[in-house]
């Protein structure tokens, strides 16, 4: 596997990184999360639930260190001169807390995340206190990480294009295989098939299938059951292309729409659509989120509608394929909308074991307003 990007693209993100470090008075920082350690350097393996971590100095030294068997995966990945690996044998913080001696002797104040998936309480205790052993402080650089990584460049968003492509290829395959008579397992395997062959790599989560009352229950993903006529179909998956990715939410229904089915799909593309007027350089993804409830509410199904209306998308691995943790469409996110930026804006209501309808699209933060990414026009018009 060759690097995803030329190596100026990664030399930028860690000069970037390393005025933010000179600016906060930081030596180095250590970075443990997939999605960090991918932005900055390239390296991505399936192995990443292993002990990984990359060593930034202000002064110019970086080095990726890792389980030995996966540093093959790193040569290949990634234009780094400095891989260091260590034995399954080995205690991988004392081997990172040598590294940081070695790349920055005598350091005195070092970044660390705080809020990393990869990093436990016990291990971010003991890096700390083998800091400390060494003379350095630590501090939390969770922050300047993810402030990076929202924008994105032009060849990322060349990668998320890249993943739009598969992602439409792989719903139209599974709004074509959801009919009666068809079960969710059948849907699944058309949608594995669809996205690998049009060039994803693996997800970064699974993709959902849910019907008929199955519909109502978030995070469904396939099983047994045979789809029925007069049933939606709740369909949503993301590709990879890569690790880059670019989410669609679809809903198909077997037969013709009437009633509170209706209702809840006009409500659902209504709100769909008024949050993505508000996705706009400057605008504001709190607003966005009160612009999709008020549109539910309006038509009487605020009780179906529990959640965020969206969230930043760009690297990641399993368990999730977003970044609603940089920024998310609620009521509490403070940051503004810029060009660059990358949301998937996704409205679903929800009638716990009864019924779902879910429309979504990932759409692109242009100098004007959005470009859509991801669609799905397969199926009966919500």
Sequence with gaps: MSPVFPESEYDQRLATLRETLKAEGLDAVVVHTPENVCYLSGHATPGYYTYQCLVVTADGEAALLMRQTETENALEATYFKR????PDSADPLAATAELLAELAPGARTVGIEAKSWFLPPESFLRLRSLLADRGAETTHIDGALAAARLVKSPLEIEQIRLAAASTNAGMAAAARAAVPGASERAVAAATFGALIESGSEYFGMEPFVASGPRAGTIHASWSDRVIQRDEAVLLEMSATRGRYNAPLMHTVWTGELHGDAAAMAKACDDARAAALAEVRPGG????????????IADAGLAHTYRKRSGYSVGIAFA??????????LGENEEKSFEAGMIVHVVPTLRIGGVAGIGLSATVLLTGTGHEVLTSCEIGPRL
């Design 83 to 86: 891989i260091n690996g260590f």
């Design 284 to 295: 504001s993804p709190a607003a966005a989120h009160a612009a999709c409830k008020a549109a």
């Design 319 to 328: 368990p999730d394929w977003g970044e609603g943790h940089l920024l998310s």
